[in-house]
C-alpha cells in the first residue's frame, strides 16, 4: 500500500496500567527504606504492579484500543504494530500476540528493544515507514513490566519501577506534525544500567560440546552516573531538536520527558528555561515504566484536557544502552 500525503499527525492515544497499586509504605515491609527517603531523592509515591493474569499482552492491547477509538478507526486499518518493549511475554516477540489480540489482520507487526528512550525511537521509525509511502496506519506501543525483573531485595533500584503501557495512532498526513527529532546511543556508558543474560555452562551428552543456558539477571543501575548522564544529555538532545524545527524553547506547550525520577525532570525543565507549568509529569503515581512512560504521560494530559489540538509537544527519552532521544510534534491532524 502506498500513501498519497508524506507527512505524519498522531490522532490518538490509549493508556493501560495494572489494577495493584505498590505505595512507599508497602515498600518500607519489604526493604529498609521510607516514604521520606523515596519521595526525596524520586519524588514516586506509588507505582503500578502486574500480576497474573496480566501481561504485557493484555496491557498493550488495553492501550491500543484506546488509542484506535480516540483515533477514530478500527484495528483492520492497521497496516504496522511497533511494539516497543525491553519485557516482553515472549522472548521472540510479543507485537504478533497484540495483533492477534486486536484483530489487526492486515498489520505487520514487530517489537522494538531501546529500554526507556523505546517510544522516541518508535515514533521516528514509524514515521519513516509512513513518509517513504510504505503505509498509512501504524499503531506505537510503548510498554514494560519491570517489576519482573527488580531485585526486590535491593532498595536502591526496586523502589524506582512500575509497570504500564501507552499507545498512539500515527497516520499519513497532508502536513507534516512531526517537526522534528534526534537520536542517539552510546555504547561505552552501557555498563551503567542492564538486564544482563546469566549462562551457566551444560555439556552436551556424548560430546565435547559446551553450550550455555540460563536466565538474566535481575536490573542493575548505577544511579548517580545515569543521574548526571541525564541532566547533560537530554538538555542537549532538546536543544538540538529545537534547532532542527527552528523553534525556541518558549514555543514549547508541553515537555513530556521519560519519567524517571522527579530530580531529572526538574532539572532539564530548569535547564532548558521551561517553566513547570509546562512540564507534563505523573511519574509520583506510575514509578519509571520504561517505554511505557511518555505516551502514557501523553496520554493522561490528553484525557485531562491540557494537551489540545496544535499544540507543540517536547518528548525525550533515555536510559538503557546508553540510549536517548527527543521529538517534536504538534498534537493532532
Not at 164 to 184: C, H, P, W, Y
Not at 194 to 208: D, H
Not at 220 to 241: H, S
Not at 269 to 277: D, F, G, S, T
Request: net charge negative.
Amino acid at each position: 500500500m502506498q500513501n498519497l500525503f508524506n507527512g505524519i499527525a498522531i490522532t490518538g492515544s490509549g493508556s493501560a496500567v495494572p489494577q495493584t497499586c505498590l505505595t512507599n509504605e508497602n515498600l518500607t515491609q519489604i526493604v529498609d527504606t521510607s516514604d521520606e527517603w523515596i519521595t526525596t531523592r524520586t519524588g514516586i509515591k506509588e507505582r503500578k504492579i502486574a500480576l497474573a493474569p496480566e501481561s504485557l499482552t493484555s496491557l498493550a492491547t488495553a492501550a491500543s484500543q484506546q488509542a484506535l477509538a480516540a483515533a477514530g478507526i478500527t484495528a483492520a486499518d492497521i497496516n504496522l504494530i511497533l511494539l516497543a518493549t525491553s519485557t516482553p511475554d515472549d522472548l521472540f516477540g510479543t507485537a504478533c500476540r497484540v495483533q492477534n489480540e486486536l484483530g489487526a489482520i492486515k498489520a505487520v507487526a514487530f517489537d522494538l528493544t531501546a529500554a526507556c528512550s523505546g517510544f522516541v525511537f518508535g515514533l521516528v521509525t514509524a514515521a519513516q515507514y509512513i513518509k517513504t509511502g510504505v503505509y498509512e496506519n501504524v499503531l506505537l506501543i510503548g510498554a514494560d513490566i519491570l517489576s519482573r525483573w527488580v531485585d526486590w531485595e535491593d532498595r536502591g533500584s526496586c523502589v524506582l519501577f512500575g509497570d504500564g503501557a501507552g499507545a498512539v495512532v500515527i497516520q499519513a498526513n497532508k502536513s507534516d506534525r512531526l517537526l522534528g527529532f534526534t537520536l542517539k546511543s552510546d555504547g561505552t556508558q552501557n555498563q551503567y544500567l542492564n538486564l544482563n543474560y546469566k549462562g551457566t555452562t551444560q555439556e552436551l551428552n556424548s560430546s565435547e560440546i559446551q553450550v550455555t543456558q540460563g536466565k538474566f539477571h535481575p536490573i542493575t543501575m548505577n544511579g548517580r552516573e545515569v543521574y548526571r548522564f541525564a541532566v547533560q544529555k537530554v538538555p542537549e538532545v532538546i536543544d538540538k531538536t529545537l534547532f532542527t524545527a527552528h523553534l525556541q524553547a518558549e514555543d514549547i506547550d508541553w515537555l513530556i520527558l521519560h519519567q524517571a525520577n522527579q530530580r531529572i525532570i526538574n532539572a532539564v525543565a530548569e535547564r532548558l528555561e521551561i517553566p513547570q507549568h509546562k512540564v507534563i509529569s505523573n511519574v509520583a503515581n506510575y514509578g519509571n515504566t520504561s517505554a511505557a512512560s511518555i505516551p502514557l504521560a501523553l496520554d493522561e494530559a490528553v484525557r485531562q484536557g491540557k494537551i489540545q489540538c496544535d499544540d507543540i509537544i517536547a518528548i525525550s527519552g533515555f536510559g538503557a544502552g546508553l540510549s536517548w532521544g527527543a521529538a517534536i510534534f504538534k498534537w493532532g491532524r
